[in-house]
Nanobody, 123 residues
Framework: QVQVVESGGGLVQAGGSLRLSCTAS????????MGWFRQAPGKEREGVSC????????YYADSVKGRFTISRDNAKNTLYLQPNSLKPDDTAMYYC????????????????WGQGTQVTVSS
């Protein structure tokens, strides 16, 4: 049974940073593309970033490019998101997702999702 679990969210002041983690079990982690999504109240879910299974390809939404960094440690079955220079508009529930295959990018569909971790940025 595949499980995806996020952690690391919290309350942070504008300009601050966090480190989100996502641990996946029940799958061959190094064969899965991994992504981060977020959803704010009253807004549609937004793809934030994703990374290919071999770490050599990553995608960032324009809204976070230059501020967020995605990474993964295949030996630990763990995906990370390092949001820096956080803004109040970054406030959302952040979700981790996994799907078998190499490619990641806009429009990619994911089969496995976590329950989310809340990030709240105060002004």
């Amino acid at each position: 049974q595949v499980q995806v679990v996020e952690s690391g969210g919290g309350l942070v002041q504008a300009g601050g940073s966090l480190r989100l983690s996502c641990t996946a079990s029940g799958l061959s982690f190094d064969e899965y593309a991994m992504g981060w999504f977020r959803q704010a109240p009253g807004k549609e879910r937004e793809g934030v970033s994703c990374i290919s299974w071999s770490v050599n390809s990553a995608y960032y939404a324009d809204s976070v490019k230059g501020r967020f960094t995605i990474s993964r440690d295949n030996a630990k079955n763990t995906l990370y998101l390092q949001p820096n220079s956080l803004k109040p508009d970054d406030t959302a529930m952040y979700y981790c997702a996994a799907d078998y295959g190499y490619w990641c990018g806009p429009g990619r569909k994911y089969n496995y999702w976590g329950q989310g971790t809340q990030v709240t940025v105060s002004s």
